[in-house]
């Protein structure tokens, strides 16, 4: 009797334990969920670099496999063990040129494979993935991100050596209303920008160029009640209409401090051809002008960034420094400089002719 | 037998409660065990009041002398719905550090800011546009310095930048700010 109790009891107790694990394993066992995806779109604040942003909302934190491969085509591939993506909507890329479309697919019990179609070759710097934690504070569950850079178009514009025969754009910066920066004595920024491009005209007209500037003088391109940014598309359109072969944008340096000395050249990658027209000048320009080498530097400039060939915006000195402000009104060296401009724009025709597009 | 029968099913329903961790209360009238799984009865806590901080850390950004960096201040303000405005305020206030340069116009005002699909608008006086103020150099600083200030909340991921109300072209002649920007890591120096 006593026997036969306390065996119903064991058999009790090894089924309820049963039980008991057979209610643990889901829990212990249980799948991260893609919860959600969203597409974003990023701007450098200061670059203008473009990037596709590819976020993946995750129900707990998940570490994830990724490679890129050309075959079949060029993809980005990441792997997470343990997913389930039962629920993701997928919403389409809001740029084709950098991702066609995206896809998820389980293989093995758990395993999901998302792939990131694209429409051409990405180096492994144009691209990262990373996790970011969950962010109660600010309402942000656990995150897979995948940023993606906007390549450079392919571009088929090839080049010859020399001056004769180009149309150059000339872009005196500022001008009317608008003084650009204003030195300590009281140089205006918009006045040495065209002593410098006319200079820069009369010397490339004699080697055989035709040069157009985007303001005929001392006035505003728009009215009064248009914006700046008229008035720069005004700028770039007279280099686009008329398909130039470059656009040389010259402009003065300021910043509030009155140390600062230096020629420095800007330019948007958005051709291969961009950044090689910004060295050059800049190379020429500090060799001929003898002012302090700042260097060449990447900027989302309005100009540059739309004018739709090899272009440079120019800051040849600081007129916010009293020293370098004296040297810049000085017509000798404004001579010797515009002459180190036209031999950088020379320098910049025989490098570009090698290039052949870039390919 | 009969009693057996009871006995193995209150045992069961008893292992059971323990495994599922439920209280003995739960599951009949079975006694509290000594073993130590029994769950203790909770003592009532007093809610902990909200501690309101008198102010919050926030990085403003401003320039370096060499004009070709951002540096991070770290400034505190007051929290609430105007916190970000007023790291704005700040950035055209101008730095504590003699180290640093401000980059905005001293009276630069901002007359709203919100932050909608993780995008901050904020829409500046005209003073910000003020002609003269600065060359390309401070104008790369100031429109950096507003994003990634901007930025360092969690909740903003780009920046769309208005002037008196209106999308800006650009602030002094050069930068393009049409379109709304996104943080720039590459111009901070880490001190």
Wanted: with cysteine; proline share 6%.
């Amino acid at each position: 009797m006593h026997r036969r109790y306390c065996l119903s009891w064991l058999i009790f107790l090894l089924l309820s334990l049963v039980t008991g694990i057979a209610l643990a394993a889901p829990a212990a066992n249980a799948t991260v969920s893609i919860t959600g995806m969203r597409w974003g779109r990023a701007a450098d604040a200061v670059t203008g670099s473009q990037t596709i942003r590819l976020v993946l909302e995750t129900s707990a934190p998940v570490t994830v496999d990724q490679f890129i491969t050309a075959k079949p085509n060029w993809r980005i591939v990441l792997t997470m063990r343990g997913v389930n993506v039962d629920k993701l909507k997928i919403t389409p890329s809001p740029d084709p040129s950098v991702v066609k479309s995206m896809s998820a697919v389980k293989s093995a019990k758990d395993t999901v494979h998302v792939m990131l179609e694209l429409p051409a070759e990405l180096k492994e710097k144009q691209y990262k993935v990373f996790t970011l934690k969950a962010d109660p504070k600010a309402k942000r569950p656990f995150r897979i991100v995948i940023d993606i850079a906007k390549a450079m178009p392919v571009t088929n514009v090839e080049f010859s050596t020399g001056l004769r025969g180009k149309l150059i754009v000339l872009d005196p910066g500022h001008g009317g209303t608008d003084p650009g920066a204003i030195g300590p004595r009281r140089t205006h920024e918009k006045n040495l920008n065209w002593s410098m491009a006319v200079k820069v005209k009369a010397i490339l007209e004699r080697a055989g160029s035709t040069v157009l500037m985007t303001r005929p003088g001392d006035v505003d391109l728009t009215p009064a009640s248009a914006s700046d940014r008229d008035d720069l598309r005004v700028r770039t359109m007279v280099a686009n209409n008329r398909k130039a072969n470059i656009f040389v944008s010259i402009h003065h340096n300021a910043s509030v401090n009155s140390d600062l000395n230096g020629t420095t050249t800007y330019y948007y990658p958005k051709t291969p051809y961009d950044s090689v027209l910004a060295q050059c000048l800049q190379t020429a320009m500090v060799r001929g002008g003898g002012l302090d080498n700042i260097g060449i530097r990447t900027a989302n400039f309005f100009v540059v960034k739309n004018a739709w060939m090899p272009a440079a915006l120019l800051e040849i000195g600081y007129i916010s420094n009293p020293q370098e402000e004296q040297t810049l009104n000085n017509p000798a060296f404004q001579q010797k400089m515009a002459l180190a401009i036209v031999a950088g724009i020379d320098q910049f025709f025989a490098q570009a002719a090698k290039m052949r597009g870039g390919r | 037998m009969k009693r057996q029968v009871i006995y193995a099913i209150l045992g069961c329903l008893f292992t059971v409660g323990l495994l599922t961790g439920c209280s003995p209360e739960q599951i009949g009238k079975l006694p509290p065990t000594n073993n130590g799984t029994a769950v203790t009865p909770q003592k009532p806590v007093a809610p902990a009041k909200p501690v309101i901080a008198e102010t919050v850390p926030v990085k403003v950004y401003f320039g370096t002398h060499n004009a070709r960096y951002l540096v991070a201040e770290v400034h505190q303000l007051k929290p609430g719905p105007q916190l970000m405005q007023q790291a704005i305020e700040t950035l055209a206030k101008g730095p504590r550090s003699s180290d640093l340069v401000a980059v905005l116009p001293k009276a630069t005002k901002v007359k709203s800011l919100v932050v909608r699909d993780r995008m901050a608008i904020v829409d500046f006086s005209t003073e910000l546009v003020k002609r003269g103020f600065g060359g390309s150099a401070t104008e790369i600083l100031a429109v950096a310095a507003i994003v990634n200030t901007l930025t360092e909340f969690p909740e903003v991921e780009r920046v769309q930048i208005l002037v008196d109300g209106k999308k800006a072209d650009t602030l002094f002649g050069h930068v393009d700010v049409y379109d709304p920007l996104s943080r720039s890591p590459g111009i901070i120096k880490n001190k």
